[in-house]
């Protein structure tokens, strides 16, 4: 048994959607194709300080995680924002931290 399966699928997912979202180059893509409020049709790459293969494997990612999908459109792929999986984990880690906060429970005033 894998130490991670102790705990419930709900923690499960939170922490794999905050998995995917801890590199910094997720963050950008997703920001990117928040800003431009559209699906792109090209290469991110394009856009990033990085190479195309390793904007590939940053993508793959976010698809796999849902939040982003792609649709082959001749050589092209349009790249779109999954709002409905991203306001999924969004209210989950809503309702985690709302628990968190309202515990009361305050062991250092210096934080």
Do not use: W
């Not at 993508?59 to 939040?67: A, I, N, P, S």
């Not at 982003?68 to 779109?80: P, Q, R, S, T």
């Not at 969004?90 to 906060?101: A, E, H, R, T, W």
């Amino acid at each position: 048994m894998i130490k991670k399966e102790i705990f419930d699928n709900e923690l499960q997912e939170l922490a794999e959607f905050a998995k995917v979202l801890s590199h910094p180059a997720r963050l950008a893509i997703l920001k990117y194709l928040a800003e431009t409020k559209t699906c792109i049709s090209g290469d991110i790459s394009d856009r990033l300080p990085l190479s195309r293969t390793t904007v590939s494997q940053h993508l793959k990612e976010l698809r796999d995680m849902g939040l982003i999908h792609g649709e082959i459109d001749g050589l092209k792929v349009n790249y779109c924002l999954c709002s409905s999986t991203i306001n999924k984990y969004l209210d989950g880690f809503s309702v985690f931290f709302n628990q968190i906060k309202t515990a009361a429970i305050d062991c250092d005033t210096t934080c």
